[in-house]
Each structure stands twice: as C-alpha cells, then as structure tokens.
C-alpha cells in the first residue's frame, strides 16, 4: 500500500481576459484614491502657504518719500484692474479661490521699491493633484488653465498698478 494519493489533474478553463480587467478597475481606482489621500496630507503639510510661482520687483526714483500715498493709490489701481486687496499695516494682501499673495513698499532713501509675491493656494495644488489621480484627468486640466489664468491676469494687474501709480504720484510731486 503506498502513502501517496495519486495525483489527481483538474482541468480548469482559463478565465477570460475581461474578468482581470473587472477585478484591476476597483483595485486601481482603490490604489488612486488612497495615493490622492496621500498625497494630499503630503502637499497640505509640506506647503501650508502654498507655492510661490512668480516674484516681482521694481524701484521708482525719486518718490522715495511718498510711500503712504504710493500705498493708497495702488490699491485703489489694483481694485480698478479688479484685484481685490486688503490694506495691513504695512503691506497689502490679496486672496481668492485660487491665489494668494503680498504687496510689498520700501522706501530706499530717495527710491521706491515696490514688489509682490503671488502664491498658489496649497488647496488649489492639491484638487488639481486629486482631481488628476482620480481619473478626472481633463477636469483637473481644466481647474490648473483657470488657475493660470487667474494668476496671469493679476500679475498683469499688479505690474499695471504699481507702474500707475508710480505715475500719477510722480506727476502730482512735479506741480
């Protein structure tokens, strides 16, 4: 009598191709949404101001003792040009949906610096990242041009403001 069973084969079809790709959808969406998880709690940490994506400067001569006046008058530019800021006590703010930003003025003897910095919102980066993993690629293309739109047309604004109001303080020192 022998101690081993016989071997018995089975024959087993072999699945269709259709049903590893029924099974890897879920897991894929599965590994997406956990990844955007992941790196959400990744981006929020590391970039709680958010990204930095342009800083701009420029000194005007000879207006060097007229900040206050420099400060009102682009502020009231930049909410001609539809930029709406905040005065602080010394520099000037901006917020949206998807930016961020600071105005800054310095007087440097008898020169003006003007200058800001326009950062996008971590929580902006981190519906695009989302937005992208999840499979809604276009829809995350779509939210990142209208963020780029966004802060192209207020740096736009912002150098528009600073340059008029640079003139028109100018100008009204000359009479």
Request: aromatic share 10%; hydrophobic share 50%.
């Amino acid at each position: 009598m022998s101690i081993f069973l016989p071997l018995t084969v089975i024959a087993v079809p072999p699945l269709p191709p259709e049903f590893f790709i029924h099974l890897s959808i879920p897991f894929i969406m599965m590994f997406g949404l956990l990844l955007a998880v992941f790196l959400l709690i990744l981006i929020t940490s590391k970039l709680v101001g958010g990204l930095t994506v342009t800083i701009h400067e420029e000194v005007y001569e000879g207006i060097g003792g007229l900040r206050e006046e420099y400060v009102e008058r682009l502020a009231r530019e930049a909410r001609i040009r539809g930029v709406d800021v905040r005065l602080t006590k010394e520099d000037i703010v901006f917020e949206d949906l998807f930016l961020k930003g600071v105005v800054y003025i310095s007087e440097e003897g008898p020169d003006l610096r003007y200058g800001f910095r326009i950062d996008v919102k971590s929580s902006a980066i981190a519906i695009m990242v989302i937005l992208g993993l999840l499979s809604f690629f276009v829809v995350g293309v779509i939210v990142a041009l209208i963020c780029y739109i966004k802060y192209s047309s207020t740096k736009q604004a912002l150098i528009a403001a600073g340059e008029a109001a640079a003139s028109y303080i100018s100008r009204t020192r000359q009479t």
